[in-house]
Nanobody, 123 residues
Framework: QVQLSESGGGLVQTGDSLRLSCTASGRSLSGYAWFRQAPGHDYEFVAALRGSVTTYAESVKGRFTISRDDTKNMIFLQMNILRPEDTAVYYC????????????????????WGQGTQVTVSS
């Protein structure tokens, strides 16, 4: 069984930075991702990491960076130049099997999810 736990959310102002952390316990996994859900909206893909390959949503490219520390079983999302439209609950997700270029942005592709952490960006 795999457990994911996010932390690092909070209330910040436009232009600020935050770093989200996700601690993973359990079996080895092939890919990790961050999704987010704003009030009244569906889940939105944010970023993914498969081995050394990173994928980003266009809306965060150049501002967000996904990374991992295998020694600590942690995945990070560094978020810079935050905007009010980045306000959402951010979820860490993990996949057991290979995630491809076609499926990397699909919520259904990921098998495990954390409980989410709230990020609020004030204008």
């Amino acid at each position: 069984q795999v457990q994911l736990s996010e932390s690092g959310g909070g209330l910040v102002q436009t232009g600020d930075s935050l770093r989200l952390s996700c601690t993973a316990s359990g079996r080895s996994l092939s890919g990790y991702a961050w999704f987010r859900q704003a009030p009244g909206h569906d889940y939105e893909f944010v970023a993914a990491l498969r081995g050394s390959v990173t994928t980003y949503a266009e809306s965060v490219k150049g501002r967000f960076t996904i990374s991992r520390d295998d020694t600590k079983n942690m995945i990070f999302l560094q978020m810079n130049i935050l905007r009010p439209e980045d306000t959402a609950v951010y979820y860490c997700a993990a996949a057991i099997y290979e995630v491809t270029d076609i499926t990397v942005r699909l919520r259904s592709r990921y098998d495990y999810w954390g409980q989410g952490t709230q990020v609020t960006v004030s204008s």
